[in-house]
């Protein structure tokens, strides 16, 4: 259509353009020829009635003169006719023209009685007038003058005519040529385009695996030849494809952490696996005097500790815990877990300083509000950034020591804390296989251009061989930013950055959770255990009939506020759910060091506060906010109690609390509320999907969680675990790890294009 209109436009435009020209060079020519016959039928009435006015003078006939004057003075477009003597006395003239004319006159009078015969083109009003003047001659000498008026105004009528006429010959002219324009290019290009269109999208999907036929001697038929080439091979690979698939489809289906022993094992051999993140899987405290072991809280321990127990190797981790150096040997290490070790912790132990700086201070006031984009303001500090620099340096050095002995080892780095360590690595392990998983969004690079220090962040980066997001636009993001930032090569076919001589492919790996999980007493709890609902209530001391629950570390990117109002807007909106629904938030507390957070806290229980205040009975409230460190037991029963789960992440990478409530239901009842800005809502498309910064649409979404069909509800619920069963955290792995084992690598280390 575009095409089409550009081709009218033309079109119009240029028929007007040199029909403008023509018509100009027409009408040029035209005026000079009028002009020319006015003149000469001018000069011929004047010598022929100069020679009768001169007799008629001579014998002083004025009666007779002036009646021929009256007699003339109006035909072939003669308007007027003066004569004057020598003296300027009027002898004769036609009504109307003396007085009008008389400054003319007398400049006419006395060209002609100096250089004879005159003629002269001038305007009076709005009229143009034609002038001939013919000297009056008495024994040779010129005695006075004769003036003839001719009205002019004609020629410029005749003159807009040749205009309008050719204007509308063009006009009709045009159309009539786009008409036949439109008709052949739709006929010989378009209607062919439409059809290669249709043809192409037909095979992509699958519906045809015909060649399309061109007619013989189209203009399109060399283009059409190669798109017809391309589809075969299209089809080839796609049959190839389909026979594959088909003879792995049983096995590959599901995995599980049997299945990811064997690919690791199919895949590495005797290579270990390293893992460096800056939390830990495990971490020892002392509580009242006793040692304990704890699970921090946290999607990444999540996903990653189940790789691990499978797979075995070595997980390097900032040491946090204030018994950690007690229970670790002099290097640090320990075998975890500690009731049946299947891998080795590294702890690697910071500074007060080094903590303040690396991790509460650039990563979690810089970094962190930075890629969420939740309107809390990044703070860039230099000390910090120091700060920072130095303990991923610490961790490169302790990464290279356990790695010494290793040829072409795979290195999994976790996140953001770790920017800088793919390229220390690489810079000298260049044999080594690195790979980095942001777990956080990326955004797009003006939001990314606010940090002083994006160049040396995208330089650390890409030291990797591969970098992993969980979703292809947060991968878009960041090939859009390093292309606006670094001197690079964009390879969008292959999803690559072309630097230095080296290759960094970048891809999505949709991160999970381990399903099914290991079966402990709690978590092996269904919805033939009737007491359950009764027993968490009586453990919170409420007593209500819908239990809602939400789960998070306590941060301002999950939008709590946010959820915690739609409770309230929800009880305003359907005031029968008084004194029945309550919501359960567990709430992780974490970087309380942090102003932004302690504010966060603050704001958290004053809100509580109002909206219990507001709507509390006596043996019932709305809201229940639980912040302690949660053990996965005590959340499962929450999970498994509640009708539903409120998810309201203001914005996510992936959001696992959301698998994890669907992986704790084998019920299959309950309704998981997701927030559109989580990468699991790319995934869970059975989840009530809503906007956390409508809190009209999170009460509207609570309603419907409570009111809705209990069939419809097993029915979505069903769904979402099929992918999640499909979709787990050892595919995720065996995907991730798979994929960096199989890049080319040459001998100085730098991966090529396959």
């Known amino acids: 259509m575009k095409i089409t209109l550009r081709l009218i436009i033309s079109l119009a435009l240029t028929a007007t353009i040199v029909t403008g020209i023509v018509s100009y060079l027409q009408t040029r020519d035209e005026k000079v020829q009028l002009k020319q016959e006015l003149e000469n039928r001018a000069i011929i009435i004047g010598e022929s009635f100069q020679k009768s006015a001169q007799e008629l003078i001579q014998n002083d ?26 003296l300027g006395k009027n002898l004769a003239s036609s009504n109307g023209y003396v007085d009008n004319l008389s400054d003319t006159l007398k400049t006419i009078k006395v060209e002609t009685l100096n250089q004879g015969y005159k003629s002269l083109f001038i305007n009076v009003g709005e009229k143009e007038l034609f002038t001939y003047s013919a000297p009056l001659l008495f024994e040779d000498k010129n005695a006075g003058t004769i003036l003839f008026i001719y009205d002019a105004s004609y020629i410029d009528v005749e003159l807009t005519k040749i205009w309008k006429n050719n204007f509308l010959t063009t006009f009709i002219q045009t159309i009539v040529i786009i ?14 385009i439409a059809q290669i269109t249709k043809w192409i999208k037909n095979l992509r999907i699958g519906k045809t695996t015909q060649q399309q036929i061109i007619p013989h001697g189209n203009i399109l038929k060399p283009l059409t030849d190669e798109v017809t080439l391309m589809a075969k091979n299209l089809l080839v690979a796609r049959n190839a494809a389909r026979e594959e698939a088909q003879l792995r489809i049983q096995s590959e289906l599901i995995w599980t952490a049997e299945k990811l022993k064997e690919q690791m094992n199919n895949e590495l051999g005797n290579k270990s696996l390293f893992v460096i993140s800056n939390r830990e899987p495990f971490m020892h405290t002392m509580q009242k005097g006793k040692l304990e072991f704890i699970i921090p809280p946290g999607g990444l321990v999540t996903a990653l500790d189940p790789i691990l127990r499978s797979c075995g190797g070595v997980w390097i981790a900032h040491g946090s815990g204030d018994a950690d150096k007690e229970t670790a040997d002099v290097n640090g290490r ?3 877990p500690p009731e049946e070790p299947a891998y080795t912790l590294h702890r690697v132990f910071l500074t007060k300083e080094e903590v303040d700086g690396y991790y509460y201070g650039f990563a979690n006031e810089g970094l962190w509000p930075l890629c969420h984009i939740t309107h809390t303001r990044p703070i860039f500090r230099l000390e910090d950034w120091v700060q920072y620099q130095q303990v991923n340096q610490k961790f490169a050095n302790t990464v290279l020591d356990e790695i010494k002995n290793e040829v072409e080892p795979l290195v999994l780095i976790q996140d953001y804390h770790f920017a800088l360590l793919p390229f220390l690595i690489k810079t000298k392990r260049p044999d080594s296989r690195v790979a980095l998983f942001w777990h956080i969004p990326w955004p797009n690079p003006e939001v990314i251009g606010i940090c002083p220090w994006k160049e040396e962040i995208l330089m650390g980066l890409l030291g990797a061989d591969l970098i992993g997001f969980h979703i292809q636009f947060h ?6 930013t390093v292309d606006r930032f670094l001197e690079s090569k964009i390879n969008w076919d292959q999803f690559a950055v072309e630097r230095g001589g080296t290759l960094t492919s970048v ?3 949709p991160i999970s959770i381990e399903f099914p999980g290991l079966q402990t007493e709690e978590s092996s709890l269904t919805k033939s255990d009737k007491n359950l609902h009764k027993s968490v209530l009586n453990q919170i001391g409420i007593k209500t009939k819908y239990l809602g629950v939400g789960v998070d570390r306590i941060d301002y990117t999950k939008g709590i506020i946010e959820r915690f109002r739609g409770i309230e807007r929800c009880l305003e909106k359907h005031p029968e759910l008084i004194g029945h629904l309550t919501f359960v938030e567990l709430g992780a507390p974490s ?15 004053e809100t509580v506060s109002k909206i219990n205040s507001r709507f509390r009975k006596r043996d019932w409230k709305p809201i229940i ?9 005590e959340i499962n029963k929450f999970y498994k109690a509640s009708d539903f789960c409120l998810v309201t992440s203001l914005h996510d990478g992936m959001n696992l609390v959301a698998k994890e409530f669907i992986a704790s239901r084998e019920d299959e009842e309950g309704v998981l509320i997701l927030s559109q800005f989580t990468g699991a809502a790319h995934e869970l498309q059975d989840a009530i999907i809503i906007n956390p910064y409508s809190i009209e649409e999170i009460a ?20 979402m675990r099929e992918t999640l069963h499909e979709r787990n955290v050892f595919r995720w792995a065996g995907n991730m790890i798979t994929t960096l084992s199989r890049l080319r690598i040459n001998g100085q280390g730098k991966q090529t294009i396959t």
């Not at 639980?626 to 037991?633: D, P, T």
Request: aromatic residues 12%.
């Open 700 to 719: 509207d979404a609570i309603f419907l969680a409570l009111t809705m069909d209990p069939k419809v509800k097993v029915e979505r619920m069903h769904r």
């Open 334 to 336: 320990l075998a975890v």
């Open 179 to 192: 008409l036949i324009t439109i008709l052949v290019v739709r006929w010989s290009v378009t209607g062919h």
């Open 591 to 605: 970087r309380t060091h942090i102003k932004r957070y302690q504010d966060l806290m603050n704001e958290l229980d």
């Open 507 to 509: 891809k999505p790996f």
């Open 625 to 633: 906010f639980l912040k302690a460190q949660h053990s996965h037991n």
């Open 475 to 480: 991968c878009n993001n960041f090939l859009g």
């Open 61 to 86: 006939y004025y009666y007779t003169l002036k009646k021929l004057v009256l007699q003339f003075g109006y035909r072939n477009r003669l308007t007027g006719i003066v004569i004057q003597d020598s």
